[in-house]
């Protein structure tokens, strides 16, 4: 059983599009994180949101509380986009995360 | 900014060696944490601590114990290795348990 499921596991995307990337989870949360994993394997946080919407650059990340449901929206996608996406959710004393979505930005 | 290192990038050892593999974070953070990743499974937690000497069991310890004797060094050893430990290692730290965690860069660790 997975706390937390993301779709799509793979996406492949041209330069320019809109791309969404969900993560659902099970657990109660105290806040979810989003990350995201270059190729060489260095994770930075992108967000921690436990509310509402946060926005940085292009990227924007919702969550739905109620509906236990968050969405990673990238606009304007450029190559330099393409990762791996990881959902990571906190429930006050532990971590658990998806198993990424595997992103690709084609020129 | 947040720096979190680790002691190797890459690393190949023989099955039944004791491996080290050290972490050191220079934000006086009170939480570290060791994960490991697999293709397919994502990020799983090995141990964490809370504190100087504190230490705490992740969801598979099996095969690993770890120090803490300061506050910004976090070691993970593996007592005898073994080919399944062949995997991606990451050390992370944060303030607090429920605050955003930062990595290392990893530590792909080969066993032959």
């Known amino acids: 059983k997975n706390e937390v499921e993301q779709s799509p596991q793979n996406l492949t995307a041209q330069e320019g599009e809109f791309i969404t990337i969900n993560c659902s989870y099970s657990v109660g949360i105290s806040a979810l994180h989003w990350l995201q994993q270059h190729p060489g394997g260095g994770i930075v946080s992108l967000f921690m949101l436990s509310s509402g919407k946060k926005k940085h650059g292009r990227l924007i990340a919702t969550i739905n509380i109620q509906e236990k449901h968050s969405s990673l929206h990238i606009t304007a996608s450029h190559p330099r986009d393409s990762a791996v996406y990881i959902c990571?959710?906190?429930?006050?004393?532990?971590?658990?995360f998806g198993t990424g979505t595997s992103l690709t930005v084609i020129p | 900014d947040v720096k979190v290192t680790q002691s190797s990038r890459y690393l190949v050892k023989r099955t039944g060696e004791k491996v080290f593999l050290e972490c050191v974070q220079d934000m006086d953070h009170e939480n570290m944490f060791w994960y490991r990743q697999d293709p397919g499974l994502g990020l799983r937690l090995i141990y964490f601590?809370?504190?100087?000497?504190?230490?705490e069991k992740g969801d598979i310890p099996e095969g690993y114990s770890v120090s803490r004797e300061k506050k910004e060094r976090f070691s993970l050893i593996l007592e005898s290795a073994s080919t399944n430990q062949t995997s991606m290692y990451l050390c992370?730290?944060?303030?607090?348990?429920?605050?955003?965690?930062?990595f290392g860069p990893g530590t792909r660790l080969t066993v032959t």
């Open positions: 990571a959710v906190n429930t006050g004393n532990q971590f658990y």
């Open positions: 992370a730290s944060s303030i607090g348990p429920i605050y955003e965690q930062y």
């Open positions: 601590s809370y504190d100087v000497k504190m230490k």
